[in-house]
């Protein structure tokens, strides 16, 4: 009985390793999280500089460019496009901003080729998409473009890349190909960017603090896949770090788009000052990894 009873300890104990060694080796790592740190800013104009943000790589040498409600061409707001979001450039120089108007079902992302000309492309609402049109950011291998949604929500959108995927006209409508389903609840998105295939910052302009204990957060959302708008991914939402709150004025701020430039590894971010100081000490914060 003894050896017996010894036998079964040892196989016991052996069994308990192996689902120790299985449960370590087979879960899954959590994600790692980037560090930004500030290392200066400049002055965002509330007329020009207000909204978003972009660098462009194509043509070489092309400035960085900016939206606000001064950069909305009159033939556009003519036709009810009075808001314009957080813009994204594609690698090869597609330049694209979002537009949304107070009602109907449809937004609007007007696109200008390497070449200068403009063209614009509609996407008709989803069922139980919101009408606002807040940021696109679009994929390192162009084809794809992530868009939210305000308020508090659970998903981002896949659309494909007006003008660059060859699926797109602008005599036809741009439709959903594919959505992001978050692990965690986002609120007031403004803005997001690639920084890989996988992994997107975004600035959320969250002011109740709730979701991840603290206000305007900068948020990593890591994707299961890179998006190739045949299927759905899933995000996993980090918080890094409260965006910067500086200003001569006191009470809300606004966080506002995001562009992340690959050649300096730097991330610019709008935060928009409180009353009068709005006009006076708005900023573009520039951060890095540190």
Known sequence: MPPRTVRQRCRTALTALVAAAFVLCGAPHATAADT?????????????ESQGLASIEVPAGS????????????????????????PDASYDGHYV???QRDSGNAKMFRVQAPGGGWS?????????????????????????MLTGEWGTMNRLLVLPTPGVNPATSPSADLPQAAT???DRAVRDVQGCDFVTSTRLLCASDDPDGTLF??????????????????????????????????SA????????????DRRTGTLRVIVVSPGFCVLTDSKTYRLVRS
């Open 180 to 182: 992001v389903h978050l």
């Open 63 to 86: 400035p960085n460019r900016y939206t606000g409600i001064g950069t909305i061409p009159l033939g556009v707001s003519s036709r009810g496009w009075n808001h314009v979001g957080d």
């Open 213 to 246: 204990g603290m206000t305007k957060p900068l948020l990593q959302i890591d994707l299961s896949a890179a998006p190739n708008g045949t299927a759905d991914v899933n995000g996993q939402v980090t918080a890094l770090r409260q965006l910067p709150l500086r």
């Open 120 to 144: 614009e492309y509609v996407h008709t609402l989803s069922p139980g998409e919101a009408l606002n049109n807040s940021w696109v950011a679009i994929s390192p291998d162009g084809q794809w």
């Open 249 to 260: 004025c006191s009470g809300g701020f606004e966080a506002e788009g995001v562009d992340y």
């Open 97 to 99: 901003e979002p537009y």
């Open 36 to 48: 930004w740190s500030e290392v200066g800013s400049d002055r965002a104009d509330p007329l020009t």
